[in-house]
């Protein structure tokens, strides 16, 4: 009995630390308030069609705010990461040959903690000498996308 009392004042006072969509903080990015500071970039950062098949792109959103964000998914997928010809035409879609269960899911960034995703971006329809703009996000959160240039 008593052990659950503790519970449920504890569950209190973490509730009581965790914004929600509804309050606009985890809901909205840097300009409409969204404390996350979304990054991408390409490792290697320079690298030749020849010798890659693949470029793996990492992509980091830290909590910036003093406070407990939950992000909520409507599935098991977080993020996306695309890539597209200069022209627009898309060329890959991270998630195209993946299969993510339908169950609902949430993730707690602490303050000053970082997350990171990380996805394998194939070369085989680029070209020497081409522009590819490389862009991931959030899935619900598209104030957190953030873009990089790929140029073999």
């Not at 793996?56 to 098991?76: K, Q």
């Not at 627009?88 to 602490?110: C, K, P, T, Y």
Request: charged share 20%; with cysteine.
């Amino acid at each position: 009995m008593r052990s659950a009392g503790l519970a449920i004042i504890f569950v209190a006072a973490l509730a009581a630390c965790v914004p929600s969509k509804k309050e606009g903080t985890a809901g909205a990015a840097s300009a409409a308030g969204i404390p996350l500071r979304p990054s991408l970039r390409a490792e290697p950062g320079e690298f030749r069609l020849s010798r890659h098949r693949e470029v793996r792109v990492v992509f980091s959103l830290v909590n910036i705010s003093r406070r407990v964000l939950v992000l909520d998914f409507p599935t098991e997928q977080h993020f996306e990461v695309a890539m597209r010809t200069s022209g627009g035409q898309r060329l890959f879609l991270w998630s195209e040959d993946r299969h993510f269960a339908a169950a609902a899911s949430s993730v707690v960034i602490n303050p000053g903690e970082r997350l990171e995703y990380e996805a394998d971006v194939p070369t085989r329809e680029m070209e020497v000498g081409g522009i590819y703009p490389v862009e991931a996000f959030l899935l619900g959160y598209p104030e957190t996308t953030s873009t990089i240039m790929l140029s073999p």
